[in-house]
């Protein structure tokens, strides 16, 4: 069974960097792209970016680049989600998904984390 | 950038009723869509992509339609568990989604 399970929730204080991680299991993690979903309390959903686990080669959202970072490593199954400095505005739930469907090229989320959620506040 | 706008934002219908929400995207972005719907607490959940293919496991009240610029996901008969937030997303660069519609039980 594919899963992706989470890190726990996280309270920080702006300025302080934080990581939170996504775990597979039940496939070949170095196979297949993660994406990462943004969502702001109350708010929609937010594309952040994608990473392809074999190889970390990332794409990020406009909005995104340079705001947070990606990475994962294979050897542990393991994709990361990483701020230097966070801010008030990261507060929000974040999802990471496995893009497991192809549909012309284009990869598509089939199984999704429970979410993580970061309250960052002073 | 292309942006997606839904349409409604909110709707409330009842069980057994057929309901239609658009998505309208700001350039022609071919069949490059998806659709998602999320219950509250949970994670978001494929229904359809490539604007009209349904995803493994999606009950077949669901359905897409739609390419260019204007697309629609149809419910045909509401049931219960179908009260969620849908969301359209392009599948362009960027991966943009569209604000939401949430469905409401009347």
């Known amino acids: 069974e594919v899963q992706l399970v989470q890190s726990g929730a996280e309270v920080k204080k702006p300025g302080e960097s934080l990581k939170i991680s996504c775990k597979g299991s039940g496939y070949s993690f170095s196979n297949y792209w993660i994406a990462w979903v943004r969502q702001m309390p109350g708010k929609g959903l937010e594309w952040m970016g994608i990473?392809?686990?074999?190889?970390?080669?990332?794409t990020y959202s406009p909005s995104f680049q340079g705001q947070v970072t990606m990475s994962a490593d294979k050897s542990i199954n393991t994709a990361y989600l990483q701020w230097s400095s966070l801010k008030a505005s990261d507060t929000a739930m974040y999802y990471c998904a496995r893009l497991g469907v192809s549909t012309n090229g284009v990869w598509i989320p089939d199984h999704w984390g429970q979410g993580t959620l970061v309250t960052v506040s002073s | 950038d292309i942006q997606l706008t839904q349409s409604p934002s909110f709707l409330s219908a009842s069980v057994g009723d057929r309901v239609t929400i658009t998505c309208r995207a700001s350039?022609?972005?071919?069949?490059?869509l998806a659709w998602y719907q999320q219950k509250p607490g949970k994670a978001p959940k494929v229904l359809i992509y490539a604007a009209s293919t349904l995803q493994s496991g999606v009950p077949s009240r669901f359905s897409g339609s739609g390419s260019g610029t204007e697309f629609t996901l149809t419910i045909s008969s509401l049931q219960p568990e179908d009260f969620a937030t849908y969301y359209c997303q392009q599948l362009n660069n960027y991966r943009l989604f569209g604000q939401g519609t949430k469905l409401e039980i009347k």
């Open positions: 350039q022609g972005i071919s069949s490059y």
């Open positions: 990473i392809y686990a074999g190889d970390s080669d990332t």
